[in-house]
């Protein structure tokens, strides 16, 4: 009789982090003639395994060939649509997941990662096959099956040496780009940004921006920028003699009817009344320096 034994390290580590990382939605797309896809982004990452035909992933500044056994994972947030070649049809299955982040792979860019299969990625596409077969039955325990196969395809493709990928839980991920661009803007605001501008700053979409910032800070990132704007607006009004024109073209506003919109907006009040009642305050404490104008409290 012949044995062969192996133990299981119960100390090895697990290189996918299990607690972030999950399965969100399974799809299987083939090309049509009457098919027109646009510009999109998705709040998770998305894995494709290409099982037929060839096409290009485009991104807002390139566009990368892809075809047949590749697989191609694509960040959370980023822009990008899928072109088929209408003689040779584009065929994929694609995983939406939460809590990853591609960093590299054969063939990598800002926000994707492309990896070139020959023939071991026939091993992928069976667990692929399997998990959407455990959706299309969901048998009990499915979901658990397919929180496990997904781990496994991941763990295949980590084992190629030019694949690099890390894990991050989404709300972390979020509130790390939130704080980027909240950091921009308390030290830009006087520049012209646009929304466009602060979700480049974080390599995001600006409706993710939008949403995400509102989320972490109850203010969109505009209305944030006119706040910081606005404030800075108050000690110029107070301390300097500066004409609303001046003070709207130092801090970025379009024209000055903007800025005393917004600042009655943001305050309550014009900003000619708050610059009257600051200095009658200022008189009545005798606070006043030497050049004439207000020092600040």
């Known amino acids: ?147 496990d196969l997904l781990e496994v395809v991941l763990l295949l493709l980590m084992r190629r040496s030019k694949f690099t990928v890390t894990f991050i839980p989404a709300v972390h991920k979020s509130s790390k780009e939130c704080a980027v661009v909240r950091r921009y803007i308390e030290n830009h605001f006087k520049e012209n940004l646009t929304l466009d501008d602060l979700a480049a700053v974080a390599h995001v979409s600006k409706y993710y921006l939008s949403h995400a910032f509102s989320r972490e800070y109850g203010t969109s990132p505009i209305n944030y920028l006119l706040t910081c704007r606005i404030q800075e607006s108050k000690y110029l009004l107070s301390e300097t003699s500066l004409s609303l024109s001046q003070i709207a073209g130092m801090l970025g506003f379009s024209s000055p009817s903007y800025f005393s919109q917004s600042f009655r907006r943001i305050q309550g009040l014009s900003p000619m009344t708050y610059r009257s009642q600051v200095r009658e305050a200022n008189n009545a404490s005798g606070f006043k320096n030497d050049s004439g104008s207000f020092t600040r409290t």
């Open 1 to 147: 009789m012949s044995t062969s034994h192996y133990v299981i390290d119960p100390l090895a580590v697990n290189p996918v982090d299990r607690s972030v990382t999950k399965l969100r939605y399974v799809s299987v797309t083939r090309y049509s003639p009457e098919w027109h896809s646009i510009f999109h982004t998705h709040s998770c990452a998305e894995v494709f395994y290409v099982t037929g035909g060839s096409g290009r992933l485009l991104l807002a500044d390139k566009a990368v060939s892809i075809g047949i056994n590749d697989v191609l994972i694509v960040n959370s947030s980023v822009e990008h649509t899928e072109d088929s070649s209408e003689d040779d049809p584009l065929e994929y299955i694609v995983m939406g997941v939460d809590g990853m982040e591609v960093i590299s792979g054969d063939d990598g860019g800002d926000g994707y990662s492309l990896i070139h299969f020959q023939t071991d990625g026939e091993q992928i596409l069976f667990y692929l096959r399997r998990l959407l077969k455990e959706i299309e039955t969901r048998l009990p325990g499915y979901n658990t099956i397919c929180q």
